[in-house]
């Protein structure tokens, strides 16, 4: 983490929880708020992980402490609410990242990977933003949450059942939310990341963007712009301004973000609507519905462009 000297520092005064901020997205976006000013609790399952991600701030001239325990129980998340409040005095910012990854196809997927998934991304997200709003509400705080969705969840991935349910539901809980919270002035959004982790380091699709993202350099244009693809500092930015003031007014939505690219996705709607005097039988849908919707029906998963051939990955050693 670069110095916090010259950072603008609009979150001082504000406390943040940042799950599963060990290491990757959610400890660049620990880093992010501790620069513009936010006190944050880590939060990790490896206590020296989450040592030297508190030191990673507190190096840099930033206020950082850890929970050391794996997301999920409300216990975990009565721990975190109370660090930040016994260590810095209060509560602003809660960001639910915690996750883990269990992918298999439906028919190799044992109830094991799928329950494990749920409780931490889903389960996780669940507990710690109902105990943060708990404190937001008794305290009357006008808190920012900030939860972590996935292309999976909006689009669908193969081998992904239990990640896709999960992140969809997160989503899906932060309109729920949003309606709920309203009153209380506190807001409630899902971003959408699209950066290198490590699950994308082992797409041979994304090979040249890793790759040069490792020597220390700029991916290539077709990953930052085409795709939308980038880096976990590309998205910690979004995470920063989404628990600002000047967010105040931005509640229930699902943003995307990556590379050079910023996304507004909208919410499920109806695209087609027919009626039939007296409903839709069996028979007047086997004569209609392909008419009717056939060209309408909707692709799932997400469809990237071709390569081009610079980009294109080395062949496997033999």
């Not at 990673?56 to 721990?79: C, D, L, Q, R």
């Not at 040249?208 to 930015?237: H, I, N, S």
């Not at 931005?250 to 507004?264: E, F, K």
Request: proline share 3%; hydrophobic share 45%.
């Amino acid at each position: 983490m670069n110095t916090l000297e010259g950072a603008d520092m609009s979150l001082a005064g504000k406390v943040a929880i940042v799950t599963g901020s060990g290491r990757g997205l959610g400890l660049s976006y620990a880093q992010e708020l501790a620069r513009q000013g936010a006190a944050v609790v880590i939060n990790d399952v490896d206590a020296d992980v989450a040592a030297e991600a508190v030191s990673s701030i507190t190096t840099a001239g930033g206020k950082a402490v850890s929970v050391v325990a794996p997301v999920g129980s409300t216990e975990t998340a009565k721990a975190l609410v109370a660090s930040a409040v016994e260590n810095f005095g209060r509560l602003d910012i809660l960001v639910t990242n915690a996750g883990v990854l269990r992918d298999k196809s439906i028919l190799k997927m044992s109830d094991e990977d799928f329950d494990l998934v749920i409780n931490v991304h889903l389960r996780g997200t669940f507990t710690c933003v109902r105990e943060a709003y708990g404190y937001f509400k008794e305290n009357n705080i006008a808190g920012r949450i900030i939860t972590i969705g996935s292309p999976t969840g909006q689009r669908g991935n193969f081998g992904q059942t239990n990640y896709a349910a999960a992140k969809a539901g997160i989503v899906g809980m932060v309109r729920t939310w949003a309606i709920e919270m309203k009153r209380a002035g506190i807001t409630v959004n899902a971003v959408i990341p699209v950066a290198a982790t490590a699950m994308t380091k082992t797409v041979p699709f994304f090979a040249k963007a890793v790759e040069a993202d490792e020597r220390g350099e700029a991916m290539p244009d077709f990953f930052r712009k085409e795709l939308g693809f980038g880096t976990a500092d590309d998205v910690a930015g979004l995470i920063a301004f989404l628990a600002s003031e000047e967010a105040g007014n931005i509640t229930g939505q699902a943003i995307g973000a990556g590379g050079d690219r910023l996304q507004l996705w909208s919410h499920p709607e109806a695209i087609a609507s027919e009626f039939h005097d007296g409903g839709w039988d069996y028979a007047t849908l086997q004569e209609q519905f392909g008419t009717l919707f056939g060209e309408k029906l909707q692709s799932v998963g997400e469809q990237f462009p071709e390569l081009p051939a610079e980009l294109q990955p080395e062949p496997a050693a033999k």
